[in-house]
């Protein structure tokens, strides 16, 4: 899939746990995982608005597209 979630990177450098982040954001644990591992088919801009704010950072920052091999 061509688009990355940046997730990980984003927690690793503010060093906030996954459970935390879902807590703060009103996710479960499993739904953030669900997003970090690339698994999410879609994206509500209020649950990504609710991450920036969180984590303090611009959708991009988030979300990265990749052109596969096929471009």
Request: proline content about 6%; charged content about 30%; some cysteine.
């Amino acid at each position: 899939m061509p688009i990355v979630v940046r997730i990980d990177v984003e927690l690793a450098k503010r060093k906030l746990s996954v459970g935390e982040f879902a807590e703060r954001v009103g996710l479960t644990p499993a739904n953030v995982a669900v997003l970090k591992n690339g698994r999410a088919k879609a994206v509500r801009f209020s649950t990504l608005e609710a991450m920036c704010r969180v984590l303090g950072c611009q959708p991009g920052d988030l979300l990265e597209w990749v052109p596969d091999g096929d471009e």
